[in-house]
């Protein structure tokens, strides 16, 4: 492929990320003139698109294509599709109609965060307004040209038609016209009945990019006149650096930097020594001649077990109430039957398959083009404010480019690989690609949370609970680096499920204080909480000898979705047939970031190995956009979530991560995974619930009330290894 | 650094690197092809896979110097269009999610099928095992494979 002026088309596509078709410029117009040095002016994927834009998200051209930005992180949950689908659903045009282009991070488009399952959530009124009101002013353009009444035309599939004529006109004749009417504010909203598009099946626009290596990831950036970055931090994840080989490092041909960067970690600043190099390798090999030293002494004597005696300290202690229905204690008193057990989790690596990294380009004419993998792209303000340039300039003068991310699961909600990455830039004036190795990737965190889990269950004469208490201790993510908050911090308790009737139940957070950072982590408290909770109520069941799942059939008679979902799981999953002595099933259900999913694990033991041949899932996410990716991100959080199950744990010891690599942080396979997944969809009006992360907390209680069904043996600290059950 | 021919799907490439320097990087930074990705360094998760003359390799683990006149395959060379039935069957299972480990996943995918159209449960098992996805598409890659082969076993009729 031929480089036209040091600027390679392939690449440019890629790094704009918009595809070969919708490139209606010519190509080598752009290019031209420009030289390897000149600073080229940074352009992103909206810039190349054509037309009127009613609203930053609609843009429609008067030859006819519409477009519609898709302006949130795409990490995999399919959002990229998701949103253009509601706004195309009350726009009336088709899919196949609408070309759906990636837009770059800017304020100009709202809020562009993904985390907590929340976009849908949050976006799906608004954006139904934001078609609806569109079509509107169409529908209005077209009736003012006829001189008819809006209500005599009708909008469909891109155009407006006059009722019972022959007369439309398409949305690319109207625009002009359009764009000079008032949006309405409360445009009509179609009925749910009427929905072409939404609540069905829909093919994803970036998967035909996923299949044949052209999607444009953050790793991927080719800036020209790149140069490549690699850091060496602590390994205790705190320690000051005090000395390191800098002439060493030099020497090692096609480095042309050593420089110490610094990241922010919930308050603790960390700090680093970048190694940077003409080529990826070169930098890995300068950096292995680094011999970094750290005063860290007093992070050594800390790991996983010292961590966890320390939580058995506070475990007594009375904590912050969560919820407290009846009188748990009094219930202790006038109980026949007491059960007291510990539930243990430890801390785990996101491990996206694609690894922590940033580009960035500082340039000498004072501007700035970044290439954020990152699930909070708007970096304007924080870098604006380091160079110097007013917060009103940031947009103009700073260009964050928004590429696919190979997996988020929360990590990427941390900008630190941009703040380290721009440092570097900022100090050699060139574009600098940082990639953190798999190892740094695995080692250096922040993590997903280690916690304890106090249960107790309380039985009265006739063997039936009468109380139950959960007492969680743990490190909280909002309080870490601010001391004194004094209240319940609001995530904590995500799937602690205290709708169960049970006359007595106690819900509480003792906190424990760590230096070992934690971090969002797909389902967050729902991943610890969730095996805990149902691993338990499982164990109160069978105490009480009933069956698991009709046990809390009977006692949520209060919350009838979590009934339905039940109900229907008990069906499709053929809960009640009776296994063969070598097979086992389990069940749990977990509410989180508002849907309820219950899974069922069916586990057989053959030949001397557990594998797990199927499991039913049922969801209730309200409404829902595409099944397709509800489907495919149940099948996502199984994955994960038995991977956090069953393979290895991060161990800290001498304060540091033990495990660095896929050889000893070993991850879920093919082999290993599901051989079948059955999802089944609750059909309802509700409002859509989240669908990244619900999949998550239900399915390692669920596998561990499978393995009792199949061996009598209760696991209650993860992971386990299913092959020695 | 020593200078270096590498055939690339089809195309033959000059390129300058340290001879130790992993193909990988050399073929995403010197070449300019990124779809083959870093996911680990160390030949255990799979997302560097390329053919070369025809096998399936790691090239992480590869220095650029093994690589040297070698017939070397990346995803951008198994088809021009998407067209080749292992990436139509990925996009009608509707496989990828975050899709970063997907060109790894195609291309053992795609050597599977050539050393066996038909191949059992066990065989994509065994083939298949050593690609990671962390998104959990594994059923769908499953799925994805028995329609390919379906495909590729009657076009060889």
Redesign the interface.
């Known amino acids: 492929?031929e480089a036209t002026n040091g600027i390679?088309r392939?690449?440019f596509l890629?790094i704009t990320g918009i595809s070969g078709a919708m490139l209606a410029v010519g190509f080598d117009s752009l290019a031209a003139g420009l030289s390897k040095d000149s600073v080229v002016k940074a352009i992103m994927a909206e810039d190349f698109v054509d037309g009127t834009a009613l609203h930053p998200f609609v843009i429609i051209s008067e030859e006819g294509p519409i477009t519609i930005m898709a302006t949130i992180p795409e990490?995999?949950?399919?959002i990229n599709q998701g949103i253009p689908a509601i706004i195309a659903e009350e726009l009336e045009v088709d899919l196949e109609q609408v070309n759906i282009v990636k837009s770059s991070a800017s304020r100009k488009y709202g809020a562009q965060s993904i985390g907590g399952s929340r976009n849908t959530r949050m976006l799906y009124t608004p954006m139904r307004k934001l078609g609806a009101s569109i079509k509107e002013v169409m529908v209005q353009a077209a009736a003012n040209r006829w001189g008819v009444g809006t209500s005599d035309c009708e909008a469909k599939s891109g155009m407006v038609h006059q009722k019972g004529t022959q007369k439309s006109l398409s949305y690319g004749e109207l625009v002009k016209e359009a764009s000079k009417l008032d949006m309405p504010e409360k445009p009509m909203l179609k009925a749910k009945k009427d929905f072409k598009i939404i609540g069905k099946p829909m093919?994803?626009p970036?998967?035909?990019?996923?299949?044949?290596?052209?999607?444009?990831?953050g790793?991927?950036a080719?800036p020209e006149g790149?140069l490549?970055a690699t850091v060496e931090r602590c390994p205790t994840l705190q320690g000051t650096l005090t000395s390191y080989d800098k002439d060493a490092v030099m020497a090692v041909?096609?480095v042309v930097k050593v420089m110490t960067v610094t990241r922010n970690v919930y308050g603790n600043e960390n700090t680093g020594v970048a190694v940077i190099a003409e080529?990826?390798?070169?930098a890995t090999?300068g950096r292995k001649k680094l011999n970094a030293q750290w005063d860290n002494e007093a992070f050594t004597k800390i790991s996983s077990e010292s961590i966890r005696e320390e939580m058995l300290e506070l475990a007594d202690q009375d904590g912050y109430e969560h919820v407290e229905k009846g009188n748990f204690n009094q219930s202790q008193m006038d109980g026949s039957g007491e059960v007291e057990v510990l539930y243990e989790l430890p801390y785990l690596s996101h491990?996206?398959?694609?690894?922590m990294n940033a580009t960035v380009h500082v340039k000498t004419d004072g501007t700035c083009e970044v290439w954020a993998p990152s699930q909070r792209p708007q970096i304007q303000r924080q870098f604006a404010s380091e160079l110097g340039i007013p917060e009103n300039e940031a947009e103009d003068k700073i260009k964050v480019h928004m590429p696919?991310?190979?997996?988020?699961?929360g990590r990427r909600s941390m900008n630190d690989s941009l703040v380290e990455c721009f440092q570097i830039s900022k100090e050699l004036k060139k574009p600098v690609k940082l990639?953190w190795?798999?190892e740094d990737d695995t080692t250096q965190g922040p993590f997903r949370q280690q916690t304890m889990h106090r249960m107790k269950a309380i039985f009265g004469e006739d063997g039936k609970p009468i109380g139950l208490q959960h007492k969680m201790i743990s490190q909280a993510i909002t309080t870490q680096g601010r001391p004194g908050r004094n209240r319940l911090p609001f995530e904590v308790m995500e799937g602690i499920n205290t709708h169960y009737d049970i006359d007595n139940i106690s819900s509480r957070f003792v906190e424990y204080t760590g230096q070992v950072p934690i971090h969002w982590w797909r389902s967050v408290f729902g991943s610890t909480n969730g095996f805990a909770h149902e691993g338990f109520i499982d164990e109160v069941a069978i105490q009480a000898n009933e069956d698991p799942l009709q046990f809390r059939i009977e006692r949520l008679r209060s919350e009838p979705r979590f009934v339905k979902v039940l109900e229907r799981l008990k069906k499709e999953a053929n809960w009640d047939q009776k296994l063969p002595d070598n097979e086992g099933k389990g069940m749990a259900i977990v509410e989180s970031f508002g849907s309820i999913v219950a899974h069922a694990v069916f586990l057989k033991k053959e030949n001397g190995k557990v594998s797990i041949p199927k499991v039913v899932s049922v969801v209730d996410c309200g409404t829902y956009i595409n099944p397709?990716q509800v489907e495919?991100q149940l099948?996502?959080?199984?994955?994960?979530g038995l991977t956090a199950a069953m393979k290895d744990p991060i161990t800290i010891k001498d304060g540091a991560a033990v495990q660095a690599?896929?050889?000893t942080y070993r991850?879920?396979?093919?082999?290993e995974?599901?051989?079948?997944?059955e999802v089944h969809i609750m059909e309802n009006d509700e409002a859509p619930g989240g669908m990244g992360e619900p999949g998550l907390p239900p399915i390692a209680p669920a596998l561990t009330n499978a393995v009792y069904d199949l061996t009598g043996k209760r696991i209650r600290s993860l992971p386990f290894d299913l092959q020695k059950v | 650094m020593a200078k270096y021919q590498l055939k690339i799907n089809g195309n033959t490439h000059e390129v300058e690197a340290d001879p130790q320097t992993p193909l990988l990087w050399v073929i995403r930074d010197e070449v300019g092809l990124t779809g083959t990705k870093y996911g680990c360094g160390i030949a255990q998760c799979g997302a560097c896979t390329v053919h070369m003359n025809g096998n399936p390799i790691r090239s992480c683990s590869v220095p650029v110097a093994a690589a040297s006149t070698q017939s070397i395959t990346t995803i951008e060379g198994i088809s021009e269009d998407q067209s080749h039935p292992v990436q139509k069957a990925w996009i009608e299972a509707q496989v990828p999610q975050c899709g970063y480990c997907q060109s790894g996943q195609i291309m053992s995918a795609v050597s599977l099928l050539k050393r066996k159209p038909s191949p059992s449960d066990e065989d994509i098992d065994s083939a298949m095992s050593g690609n990671i996805c962390r998104c959990g598409t594994y059923t769908r890659i499953r799925k994805a494979i028995h329609t390919a082969s379906k495909e590729i076993s009657n076009g060889s009729n």
């Not at chain 1, 990490?75 to 399919?78: A, D, E, F, K």
């Not at chain 1, 099948?635 to 994960?640: G, L």
């Not at chain 1, 995974?673 to 997944?677: C, E, I, Y």
Request: aromatic fraction near 12%.
């Open positions: 492929m390679n392939r690449k890629k990490l995999g949950q399919g093919p994803r970036d998967l035909s990019l996923k299949v044949s290596g052209r999607a444009d990831y790793i991927d080719q790149l490549y041909p096609g080529s990826y390798f070169a090999q491990t996206c398959m694609e690894p696919y991310l190979g997996g988020g699961f990639i190795s798999r397709n495919a099948e996502s959080s199984i994955v994960y690599n896929f050889d991850m879920l396979r093919m082999n995974a599901p051989r079948a997944v």
